[in-house]
């Protein structure tokens, strides 16, 4: 329990009838890159609300850095930085400004011009937020959730729609927040991004997690990898043979299929999340 940044145990949210998350239960290390991800309407901003305190479970419970949400929801604050859709910049302000404004409400220090400088918004320090494209909205609200330097940072889709550059700035930026020991809790459905940025992937469909594990594991437990050999046949001539092999399938097995013949090239793609995805879950990330 010491090390672990976040514990959930049976957490449980509904709308009404809709069970939006249904007794789910996980740990996240410290500074450990987690990744939440699930198609649209999943219950992966349900449970950052709930852990952030925006909603109360309806049932189970929560630690975050030790403390429980429902008992400490103060405390933790100070020492979560939270990305959220539902979060609100002030757009009379300048960027500098809004970040002035919460780090004064936090009682902390800030350097602000560094904080925006790492988000790629140093030459707009001073421009009102209101002229601020998306993509500057979302890098602003990033740098905001880092003002406190927070022991875990909650980011909610932080590259969705930012141009190829920009999303690149979060991920770097994403990876040198935790190299200073923070955890980070990431919600996407991207999930090439899931699979560079994260140490593990929990995978979030109707409420529950299907499963959680590291890439690579998720991967060798569920990939089904594609075989394509080539084949001399008796005349001279070459035929080419596709195989998919369960993870299950050791080498033993693959060399058997091809015993009497002469294989020429064999050449093996890996499955990749958003494969692993629709066989766990039945389910697409995306549409
Ligand atoms: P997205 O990727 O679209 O943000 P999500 O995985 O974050 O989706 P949630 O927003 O947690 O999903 O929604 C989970 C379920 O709860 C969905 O069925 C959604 O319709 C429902 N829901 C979410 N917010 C509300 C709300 N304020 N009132 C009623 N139902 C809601």
């Not at 899931?194 to 979030?204: G, N």
């Not at 594990?213 to 035929?239: F, M, N, S, V």
Request: charged content about 25%.
């Amino acid at each position: 329990m010491a090390n672990h940044s976040i514990v959930a145990r049976d957490l449980t949210y509904a709308y009404g009838e809709n069970l939006a998350v249904d007794h789910i239960s996980f740990e996240v290390g410290e500074a450990e890159i987690f990744a939440y991800l699930g198609p649209n309407g999943a219950g992966k901003s349900t449970t950052v609300k709930m852990l952030t305190g925006q909603i109360r479970p309806k049932s189970g419970t929560a630690a975050l850095l030790g403390m429980d949400i429902a008992r400490e929801p103060n405390k933790i604050q100070h020492h979560i930085g939270v990305a959220f859709e539902t979060t609100n910049l002030y757009p009379q302000m300048s960027a500098t400004e809004n970040l002035a404004l919460f780090a004064r409400l936090f009682g902390v220090k800030a350097d602000i011009p560094t904080l925006l400088e790492r988000v790629g918004l140093g030459t707009r320090a001073k421009e009102r937020v209101e002229g601020f494209s998306k993509g500057m909205k979302q890098r602003l609200m990033v740098a905001r959730a880092l003002v406190n330097k927070p022991r875990i940072l909650f980011l909610d889709e932080p590259t969705e729609g930012l141009d190829p550059v920009s999303a690149e700035a979060i991920r770097e930026l994403i990876l040198e927040t935790r190299a200073n020991g923070a955890t980070i809790f990431l919600t996407t459905h991207d999930m090439l991004e899931a699979d560079k940025l994260s140490d593990r992937v929990a995978f979030i469909n109707q409420g529950k997690i299907m499963a959680l594990d590291t890439p690579h594991k998720l991967k060798q437990q569920y990939g089904k990898r594609l075989l394509k050999a080539e084949i001399e046949r008796a005349d001279g001539g070459l035929d080419t043979r596709e195989i998919t092999l369960d993870s299950a399938d050791t080498g033993e097995a693959v060399k058997r299929l091809f015993e009497n013949e002469k294989v020429v090239t064999v050449h093996s793609e890996e499955a990749s999340l958003e494969d692993i995805f629709i066989q766990v879950t039945g389910r697409r990330l995306m549409g």
